[in-house]
Every structure is written in structure tokens, then in C-alpha cells.
């Protein structure tokens, strides 16, 4: 199984910057794709970035030029750099990642896939 648990989130001011950090563990064969997800209080929980483990990214449109997603194999963690925080940005951040677990899985292609427990970001206006 993985455990991902995330740290960094808090509170900064418009404008401002906070980074993220998501580190996978457990017994697994490899971490594919990983990503952030976000859910502000009354909306359904949206996908901000992802990167592949080629690292290939991908973001929502509302963050771009903002954020930046990347990640450290070695170490099995994600980061997530905000910069020109807004207000809008105010959410909780989910961590997700894909994981094969086993050789056989490998084989298979099949993977899982976990969530983080959440952190929350305030940004003041």
C-alpha cells in the first residue's frame, strides 16, 4: 500500500507564494503519474497539475504561469511552487498518485490510485 502525506500548506497573503509537498511511501513497485487536486469550501474537487514520471505536466487553466509542478523520483515526491497567490486559490490541496504495487501488477498494467489527507491553503486579499 502507499501513504502520501503532504505538508506546506498555510496561509500567505495575495501575491505571495507557499510550496507544497507530497511524499509517497509504503511497499510499491513504482509512483506514475502524480498530481494535485484542490476543493473549495461548496465546489467539486478539481485537478490544478500533474506530471507524469517522465515528467510531463499538465495544468489547469486557472494556475498557469503561476504554478509549477514537479517532482523528485528518488525520493518518491511531488512539489507544487505557488506563486501570485490569489484569493481564488483559497482550498484545500489533495496529493494523488498512481502507484503499481507489484511486478505482477507491472505486467498486468494494473495500478492503484491514493489520495493525501489534505492541506489547507488560506490566501487574504
Known amino acids: 500500500q502507499v501513504q502520501l502525506v503532504e505538508s506546506g500548506g498555510g496561509l500567505a497573503q495575495a501575491g505571495g507564494s507557499l510550496r507544497l509537498s507530497c511524499a509517497a511511501s509504503?511497499?510499491?513497485?513504482?509512483?506514475?503519474?502524480m498530481g494535485w487536486y484542490r476543493q473549495a469550501p461548496g465546489n467539486q474537487r478539481e485537478l490544478v497539475a500533474s506530471i507524469t514520471s517522465g515528467g510531463s505536466t499538465n495544468y489547469v487553466d486557472s494556475v498557469k504561469g503561476r504554478f509549477t509542478i514537479s517532482r523528485d523520483n528518488a525520493k518518491n515526491t511531488v512539489y507544487l511552487q505557488m506563486n501570485s497567490l490569489k484569493p481564488e486559490d483559497t482550498a484545500v490541496y489533495y496529493c494523488n498518485a498512481d502507484a503499481t504495487l507489484n511486478w505482477a501488477a507491472y505486467v498486468r498494467g494494473s495500478t492503484h490510485n491514493y489520495w493525501g489527507q489534505g492541506t489547507q491553503v488560506t490566501v487574504s486579499s
Open positions: 509504503g511497499s510499491f513497485f513504482d509512483i506514475n503519474a
